[in-house]
């Protein structure tokens, strides 16, 4: 398949669901993503009532984008054969899920800390470390962080025989962040630091009652003591998942950086923490349910659409980084 052929502003969309593979409307999300995460219910409970802040509407383009997005996700999901889209774009290159639940790594790492959601303090230490090192291999080969000094200084110690690479998506986590501290690498700042650290966070969100991401950072980082925002974001998306009783995607969340020229275009005078949690008031059809109820986008959703969306429109104008979506063995 040749990049750009048929690409262009008019006609992105105009080749959607053209394959004979069947348009699916409504379906259940399966069962082992039921049993996996513990936050659904609060997915299909929230109260879609438009706001008066909602002056603007999303744009077409966007709403097409997400819903072939979902649809790529249940022709795989269903076992249809690829190409999953027509749409050149998305057929050529990689993008996140519009729930980052569905993302591989994100089910990697929720499967491997299953045993654990009932010792939160080892859980979110292991969560933190997973989204840290990024990368499923290294942490299978390494095994999972304990409380335990003595079994993390032997976790160290193979750290340092691992070849590399032994990271993934190094900019979730600047090294620079670290490297005036006790713990100046990575390896000793995961082995160390962290274990020292995490019980009183851990402490802290067991005493929320459903806190917003964007507030839940307020409170982490001056206990934890390096501004790493963009990780914690990570890892608290990754706690509402499992313990929706402590937080809410719901609400206020923190816009990062890559999703402000999409939200921009749905309203560019709203602030953008605020505007996301805006958009999940609206009553959007995903097309998925849970028990037979729709699952709705959350704020952090809307949030997430904003980066991939920006992705999107920048490969279309033959702009940004270029990874080639390869169907996984």
Same mark, same amino acid.
């Given at each position: 398949?040749?990049?750009?052929?048929?690409?262009?502003?008019?006609?992105?969309?105009?080749?959607?669901?053209?394959?004979?593979?069947?348009?699916?409307?409504?379906?259940?999300?399966?069962?082992?993503?039921?049993?996996?995460?513990?936050?659904?219910?609060?997915?299909?409970?929230?109260?879609?009532?438009?706001?008066?802040?909602?002056?603007?509407?999303?744009?077409?383009?966007?709403?097409?984008?997400?819903?072939?997005?979902?649809?790529?996700?249940?022709?795989?999901?269903?076992?249809?054969?690829?190409?999953?889209?027509?749409?050149?774009?998305?057929?050529?290159?990689?993008?996140?899920?519009?729930?980052?639940?569905?993302?591989?790594?994100?089910?990697?790492?929720?499967?491997? $800390?299953?045993?654990?959601?009932?010792?939160?303090?080892?859980? #979110? *230490? !292991?969560? @933190?470390?997973?989204?840290?090192?990024? %990368?499923?291999?290294?942490?299978?080969?390494?095994? $999972?962080?304990?409380?335990?000094?003595?079994?993390?200084?032997? #976790? *160290? !110690?193979? @750290?340092?025989?691992?070849?590399?690479? %032994?990271?993934?998506?190094?900019?979730?986590?600047?090294?620079?962040?670290?490297?005036?501290?006790?713990?100046?690498?990575?390896?000793?700042?995961?082995?160390?630091?962290?274990?020292?650290?995490?019980?009183?966070?851990?402490?802290?969100?067991?005493?929320?009652?459903?806190?917003?991401?964007?507030?839940?950072?307020?409170?982490?980082?001056?206990?934890?003591?390096?501004?790493?925002?963009?990780?914690?974001?990570?890892?608290?998306?990754?706690?509402?998942?499992?313990?929706?009783?402590?937080?809410?995607?719901?609400?206020?969340?923190?816009?990062?950086?890559?999703?402000?020229?999409?939200?921009?275009?749905?309203?560019?005078?709203?602030?953008?923490?605020?505007?996301?949690?805006?958009?999940?008031?609206?009553?959007?059809?995903?097309?998925?349910?849970?028990?037979?109820?729709?699952?709705?986008?959350?704020?952090?959703?809307?949030?997430?659409?904003?980066?991939?969306?920006?992705?999107?429109?920048?490969?279309?104008?033959?702009?940004?980084?270029?990874?080639?979506?390869?169907?996984?063995?």
């Amino acid at each position: 398949m040749k990049e750009g052929i048929g690409v262009g502003p008019d006609n992105i969309f105009q080749a959607h669901y053209s394959f004979p593979i069947g348009k699916i409307k409504n379906m259940e999300i399966p069962s082992s993503l039921k049993r996996l995460y513990r936050h659904w219910n609060f997915h299909t409970k929230h109260n879609t009532t438009p706001r008066k802040e909602m002056g603007q509407k999303i744009p077409d383009n966007i709403k097409q984008f997400i819903r072939e997005r979902i649809a790529i996700w249940k022709r795989k999901t269903v076992g249809k054969q690829p190409p999953y889209t027509t749409d050149l774009i998305l057929a050529r290159y990689r993008f996140c899920n519009i729930f980052r639940e569905f993302d591989r790594q994100t089910i990697t790492f929720h499967t491997l $800390l299953n045993p654990y959601r009932n010792n939160f303090p080892l859980w #979110l *230490l !292991n969560m @933190f470390y997973c989204r840290m090192v990024a %990368r499923p291999e290294t942490i299978q080969t390494l095994s $999972l962080l304990s409380f335990d000094s003595i079994k993390n200084k032997q #976790l *160290l !110690n193979r @750290f340092a025989k691992l070849p590399r690479p %032994r990271f993934g998506n190094a900019y979730v986590f600047p090294v620079s962040a670290i490297q005036k501290s006790k713990t100046p690498t990575r390896e000793l700042f995961i082995t160390k630091y962290l274990p020292t650290v995490i019980p009183a966070i851990a402490k802290e969100i067991q005493s929320w009652k459903r806190k917003s991401v964007y507030d839940g950072l307020q409170t982490i980082l001056p206990i934890f003591g390096f501004n790493l925002s963009f990780l914690w974001t990570e890892v608290l998306i990754d706690t509402a998942y499992q313990f929706p009783e402590y937080i809410n995607l719901f609400a206020q969340f923190p816009a990062g950086p890559g999703s402000l020229p999409t939200l921009r275009k749905i309203n560019p005078g709203r602030n953008p923490s605020l505007l996301v949690d805006d958009l999940a008031s609206l009553p959007f059809k995903t097309g998925l349910t849970y028990r037979g109820k729709p699952i709705q986008l959350s704020a952090e959703n809307w949030e997430g659409i904003g980066c991939e969306y920006r992705k999107y429109t920048n490969l279309k104008q033959g702009r940004g980084r270029r990874r080639i979506y390869r169907t996984p063995i």
